[in-house]
Every structure is written in structure tokens, then in C-alpha cells.
């Protein structure tokens, strides 16, 4: 079987529960990955614009996501369940509102 084949397997074979929540170590390290890679590549305004835009419906697209890119997200190496659980609340996407703004400050100081 081709590893990229059995990656995909084993995604849909996992048995996690999607209604899991993060605990405050994951959120604060989703939160600072996210955070630094927006502000390193100077994409603060239009991440900021999309995830304002993202708010309304962030349950409703952290699942689509799943569904839609899991298995591809879980090929290249990032957790596509631990993603649509920080985006499923509002609170987090204010957090990490928050970070990139101050990540951007600090940056622009400097």
C-alpha cells in the first residue's frame, strides 16, 4: 500500500470525538503557531478580515473542514481535529484576534 494511501486510511479509521474539547496548553499553542506564522509573512489585515468574517459561522465551517480537507491536512502533518476544535468556539478566534494584533505591534515597535 503507497504511505500516502495508509495515512488517508488511518485518518478515517481514528475515533476521535470531534466534541472534545482543547485544553489551555493546545489553545495557547494554536493560538501562538497561527499567530506567528500571520504576523512572520505580514498578513495581519487579511487574516484579520477573515476570521471577523469567519465568527458567525465558525461551528458550522470547523466542521466542513474536517469533512472536506481532514484527510489532506492529516497527510501533511497538521491535526486537522485539534484545528476544527479551536475554531469551533468564538472565544478562541478572539484570542487569537488578540495575539496577532499584539504579535504586530511588537513587530511595527521594533
Known sequence: MHPLFSKIVEFFK??????TELTPESKE???????????????????ILAL????????????LTVIMFGPILEVIGLPAYK???FFRD???IELLLRQIEDLSAERNKK
Open 90 to 92: 468564538r472565544k478562541n
Open 52 to 63: 471577523e468574517g469567519f465568527k458567525p459561522v465558525c461551528f458550522i465551517q470547523s466542521q
Open 14 to 19: 481514528k475515533k476521535t470525538d470531534l466534541a
Open 83 to 85: 484545528y476544527a476544535a
Open 29 to 47: 499553542d494554536v493560538i501562538n503557531k497561527i499567530a506567528q506564522f500571520v504576523v512572520y509573512y505580514q498578513m495581519e489585515a487579511p487574516a
